[in-house]
């Protein structure tokens, strides 16, 4: 008896136990969507994959529906009218550029006038430095005439080294004026003097050296109380290559003469 009581509680278990089977197939048969963590899942397709929603999507019971992108529409942008140009009255006449006269075409037998050749202006000559106030300012002894005053003395140069040189000194008066003569390199002591040449009437001065190098300068002093005009004239000649010696000649008036004989 008491065997029979269990096996048909048992029957009754077995049975609850499958109408609850059948119950959970049918709700998973009308509602596809998964069933709550922790239940059981009684059928064969897989559990799905969560993931989130994507911009567009919304949630419903029966599944995810995207939501339809929305249609932006830009009005159209109004184009600016233009202006049109402006019509000119009915009387509007067009302003003429006023002709050109074209450039007067000369004669044929027109010349064009030459401008008169301007001479250019002339030019003064140098003004010599040489004023024979010293050694460095000597003057040329071209026998131009000059004056020099009571008292004064001029400087001239009268030849080179390796030359035979002559110097005439002519004066109106000649007394009174000297003629000093001074060798190349020798300022402070003359070597000789003009003396008077009775045939002529003037001072001469003769010599010179050929182993001499530099200028031969001579003094002229005039030892009258007024002006005297006077002329130096000097000439040389080259005795470098020859054969010359010196010396000196006392004349009966005390007067001394250095002279060079080359041969």
Known sequence: MKTRSFLQGLVTIVFALLMLVGMA????????WPWGQGLPWLTTTPWPTPRPLNIGERFT?????????????HAP????????????????????????????VPPANFAPRVAPAVSPAPVAPPV?????????SALSADGAQRTLGAGASAWYKIGSGGQHIDVFLDAKPLSGMALAVFAPG????????????????RLVWAGGHWKSEGDWLARVTNQNPMAVQYTLTSSGRDISKKSCYSYWESYPNGARVYWTECQ
């Open 77 to 104: 942008r109004a184009v600016p009218a233009v202006n049109s140009a402006p019509v000119p009255p009915a009387n509007f006449a067009p302003r003429v550029a006023p002709a050109v006269s074209p450039a007067p």
């Open 25 to 32: 197939t049918t709700a998973r048969a009308a509602d596809p």
């Open 186 to 201: 020798n300022l402070s002591d003359p070597i000789g003097q003009g003396t008077l040449q009775n045939s002529s009437g």
């Open 128 to 136: 010599s430095s040489r004023d024979g106030a010293s050694p460095t």
């Open 61 to 73: 019971v029966s599944g995810i529906v995207r939501a339809p992108t929305p249609v932006i529409v």
